[in-house]
T-cell receptor, first 115, second 114 residues
Framework: AQKITQTQPGMFVQEKEAVTLDCTYD???????LFWYKQPSSGEMIFLIY??????QNATEGRYSLNFQKARKSANLVISASQLGDSAMYFC????????????FGAGTRLFVKA | EAQVTQNPRYLITVTGKKLTVTCSQN?????MSWYRQDPGLGLRQIYY???????DKGDVPEGYKVSRKEKRNFPLILESPSPNQTSLYFC?????????????FGNGTRLTVT
């Protein structure tokens, strides 16, 4: 069965430093996609980055990169040069390629950026 | 502007009083879904729809109904709300392609059932 695990309920990072948010997943489907979303205190959900299971290179989007280790079933989000505006809840999500279009989410990690 | 519109943003109701949360998207997305967000549990899928008149249960469908009569609209119906349905609800939509299209979310509906 699909499962997403985020083991860090909360994390602190100093402004301008890099931070890694952990995400592990479980699936038996060889075709799947991994997503990260950001939820600021205002509540909206913002898409950050996508990694496909067959993608050879790690995805990058500006200051966001996804450290994809397929054999370990991990898809960690790396935020470089943290900014105060990065303080938010971050969710890892997975969509399997077969059997519909279901997307499941992890419990989330709350990131606090300190000035 | 491309968006998913949910209404209302806030709703306080009493046990057993039927309510509907509306969701509309203007991006011609085939896929629409409802999630509820609870602390420590992340987002859990309630129902989803792959196209008009095609709906299916997610992980937590009990106590909810949906319909997809038009491509753009996907209302969530609580026939007899109970306090355990107090939550933050999100509607989301997406293209159906090879799976890379992200979900586009509405701004959420915070529901309180007393």
């Amino acid at each position: 069965a699909q499962k997403i695990t985020q083991t860090q309920p909360g994390m602190f990072v100093q402004e301008k430093e890099a931070v890694t948010l952990d995400c592990t997943y479980d699936t038996s489907d060889p075709s799947y996609g991994l997503f990260w979303y950001k939820q600021p205190s205002s509540g909206e959900m913002i898409f950050l980055i996508y990694q496909g299971s067959y993608d050879q290179q790690n995805a990058t989007e500006g200051r966001y990169s996804l450290n994809f280790q397929k054999a370990r079933k991990s898809a960690n989000l790396v935020i470089s040069a943290s900014q105060l505006g990065d303080s938010a809840m971050y969710f890892c999500a997975m969509r399997e390629g077969q059997g519909g279009f279901k997307t499941i989410f992890g419990a989330g990690t709350r990131l606090f950026v300190k000035a | 502007e491309a968006q998913v519109t949910q209404n209302p943003r806030y709703l306080i109701t009493v046990t057993g009083k039927k309510l509907t949360v509306t969701c509309s998207q203007n991006m011609n997305h085939e896929y629409m879904s409802w999630y509820r967000q609870d602390p420590g549990l992340g987002l859990r899928q309630i129902y989803y729809s792959m196209n008009v008149e095609v709906t299916d249960k997610g992980d937590v469908p009990e106590g909810y109904k949906v319909s997809r009569k038009e491509k753009r609209n996907f209302p969530l119906i609580l026939e007899s709300p109970s306090p355990n349905q107090t939550s933050l609800y999100f509607c989301a939509s997406s293209l159906i392609d090879r799976g890379a299209s992200p979900l586009h979310f509405g701004n959420g509906t915070r529901l309180t059932v007393t």
